[in-house]
C-alpha cells in the first residue's frame, strides 16, 4: 500500500501565496492533510481582514475547500482573543489538538486509511504560555510539552491500536538533527530533538515554530519542519508492505508560476499614500540602525512617547536588513517596519531594571576576530538571541562591546544626569516584550496606562497628522 500525507506549518495568514500551495496540494490528492498551527496570524492580510475590516479570514474558506484533516495549535493562535479563537475553531471544518491543553481541545485525532489505523497527536510549545499578550491563556493549564508527548505515543499504540502514529508538534528542535551540537538554549520552548532521541513509537514527527525547511528520515522516523510563509509544503510518500512503513519526506516549494487569490480591496488599502518625509527614512544594512541613532528609530521612539507620555521609549527592530520609510509613505510601509499588532503600554522601571535591560541587549552583540560588530552567537554559542534586541529613546548611553558581558553601558543619562539605580521612570513598551519573555523579566509589569490602537495603528496615524515629516535627532546612543 502507497499513500501520501501532506504538512503545512506557519502560513501566518500569507493566502495570496498559500493559494498557489493550495492547488499544488490538491492535485496530489493526499491520504491526510495536516497543519501544524500558526495558521492565520501574522500577515498584513491577517492584520486588515482582524483588525481594520473585522471579517472572516479568507484563507479558512480555502483550507476547507481544500480539505484539511486536522490542525494543530500554534503559539500564534494565542495571539487572538479566546472569542476570535472559538470563531476560528466554529468556521473550520476540520478539527484543532493541542494534547499539552487539557480540557481546552481534542489531544489526538484518529484517520484510517485503507483499514490502517492513524493517529495524530498535536502538541505545542509549552512557552506559548509567556507570550501571551492580550490573556488568551489566562484559564489554560499548558503541560510540558515532552512529557505530555511522550505519554500520549504511549496511549495512542496502547489504547487506540494505532498502527501508524504522527507526532504533530508545534515546536523546533534544541540541537542539530545530524551532529547533536546545541543550536538553540536548552530551555523548554523546543525540545524537538529530545523528543525524537527519547520518545519511543513515533513514525512521522513534524515540526514547526523555527520556519525551518527539514526532510529526513532517522532510525526509521520520517522528520519534518515545512518552512514558513507559504513558500513551501512537506510531502511524506509512504510505503507499507508486510507490515513495514517506508518513507520519502521531501519539501515541495510553492509554483510561483500558478494563478494566485488577489484581494483588490486590501491592495488598495495598504497601497493608500499616508504622508511624506522631507527626506527618506531608511536604512540599507542591518546594523547601523541598532548601533546607533538614526532618523528613522528616532521617529519611533517619537511616536510612542508622543501617544504615551512616557520619558523614555524602548522600540525593537524586525529582523530586516533593510528598511524604513521612503519619502512617500504607505500603509504597506508601516506594516513592514512594524507587522506586530502589539498594544503600546507603559510601565515603571527602575534605573537599575533599564541599566540590566540595556546590558542583555548588549549581550546580543561581540567584536568578531576582525574588531567588527558581529552577533554574539557567530562569535561565541550560545548567547542571547538577536530578538531580544531593543533600541531605547529618551536616554543617552554608550555600549562598549569590549568590556565583559553585564558590563559593557558606560554610559547612561537621561537629560545629562547619570541615570541612578533607584531612580524610577515611565517607559513606553510594546505589549510583546511587557510580558517578560526571554528572560527580560524586568519588563513585566502591570502597565500604568495604555494607547488605545494597535502601534501599527498609531504610527499610519502620526505620519497623517505630522506630515511633511522632519525627524530631528535628540539623543545620543553609540554602540562601539
Not at 471544518?93 to 489531544?107: H, L, S
Not at 522601571?349 to 552583540?365: D, K, L, P, W, Y
Request: hydrophobic share 40%; net charge negative; with cysteine.
Amino acid at each position: 500500500m502507497k499513500f501520501t500525507i501532506i504538512a503545512t506549518s506557519d502560513i501566518h495568514g500569507h493566502t495570496e501565496r498559500f493559494s498557489q500551495l493550495a492547488q499544488m496540494i490538491s492535485a496530489r490528492q493526499p491520504a491526510l492533510l495536516i497543519d501544524n498551527g500558526d495558521f492565520l496570524h501574522g500577515s498584513h492580510l491577517s492584520y486588515y481582514y482582524d483588525y481594520i475590516v473585522q471579517q472572516q479570514h479568507p484563507q479558512i474558506e480555502l483550507a476547507n475547500t481544500l480539505g484539511y484533516d486536522v490542525a494543530v495549535f500554534g503559539n500564534h493562535e494565542f495571539n487572538y482573543s479566546p472569542e476570535k479563537i472559538q470563531s476560528i475553531r466554529n468556521a473550520t471544518n476540520f478539527p484543532w489538538i493541542a494534547a499539552n491543553i487539557p480540557g481546552f481541545a481534542e489531544p489526538y485525532f484518529i484517520k484510517e486509511i485503507n483499514g490502517l489505523r492513524l493517529a495524530v497527536i498535536g502538541v505545542v510549545t509549552h512557552f506559548t504560555k509567556n507570550w501571551d499578550e492580550c490573556g488568551s491563556t489566562k484559564h489554560l493549564h499548558f503541560e510540558n510539552a515532552f512529557e505530555c508527548a511522550k505519554n500520549t505515543v504511549r496511549h495512542v499504540r496502547e489504547f487506540e491500536q494505532a498502527q501508524l502514529v504522527i507526532l504533530s508538534y508545534h515546536g523546533g528542535f534544541e540541537r542539530d538533527l545530524h551532529n547533536g551540537h546545541l543550536i538553540d538554549l536548552e530551555q523548554g520552548e523546543n525540545e524537538g530533538y529530545r523528543m525524537l532521541h527519547e520518545i519511543e513509537g513515533i513514525d512521522l514527527f513534524i515540526t514547526g515554530h523555527q520556519h525551518l525547511e527539514i526532510a529526513a528520515v532517522q532510525n526509521g522516523v520520517a522528520i519534518v519542519q515545512p518552512g514558513a510563509n507559504a513558500h513551501c509544503f512537506a510531502q511524506i510518500d509512504v510505503t507499507v508492505e508486510n507490515g513495514t512503513f517506508s518513507f520519502e519526506p521531501s519539501i515541495v516549494q510553492v509554483d510561483a508560476s500558478l494563478n494566485m487569490q488577489s484581494f483588490p480591496e486590501f491592495d488598495a488599502w495598504k497601497k493608500q499614500q499616508l504622508g511624506t518625509a522631507d527626506k527618506a527614512l531608511t536604512y540599507a544594512d542591518f546594523f547601523t540602525p541598532r548601533t546607533k541613532t538614526t532618523a528613522y528609530t528616532q521617529l519611533l521612539h517619537d511616536m510612542q512617547l508622543h501617544y504615551t507620555g512616557a520619558q523614555i521609549s524602548v522600540i525593537e527592530l524586525p529582523y530586516h536588513a533593510q528598511g524604513g520609510f521612503p519619502e512617500e509613505i504607505t500603509r504597506e510601509h508601516v506594516l513592514h517596519n512594524l507587522p506586530r499588532a502589539n498594544r503600546l503600554l507603559v510601565i515603571r522601571m527602575t534605573g537599575a531594571e533599564i541599566r540590566r535591560a540595556i546590558e542583555q541587549s548588549a549581550a546580543v552583540f561581540a567584536l568578531n576576530d576582525k574588531g567588527e560588530i558581529d552577533f554574539s552567537m557567530a562569535v561565541h554559542y550560545p548567547e542571547p538571541q538577536p530578538y531580544i534586541y531593543d533600541l531605547w529613546g529618551g536616554i543617552d548611553y554608550t555600549i562598549d562591546l569590549r568590556q565583559q558581558t553585564g558590563q559593557r553601558v558606560t554610559k547612561l543619562t537621561f537629560e545629562s544626569n547619570p541615570i541612578q539605580d533607584n531612580e524610577i521612570f515611565e517607559v513606553a513598551v510594546n505589549s510583546y516584550r511587557a510580558t517578560g519573555a526571554h528572560n527580560m523579566q524586568m519588563f513585566q509589569k502591570k502597565p500604568v496606562r495604555e494607547a488605545d490602537k494597535f502601534i501599527p495603528e498609531l504610527m499610519m496615524e502620526y505620519i497623517d497628522k505630522n506630515s511633511t515629516l522632519t525627524v530631528h535627532i535628540k539623543n545620543d546612543f553609540q554602540m562601539k
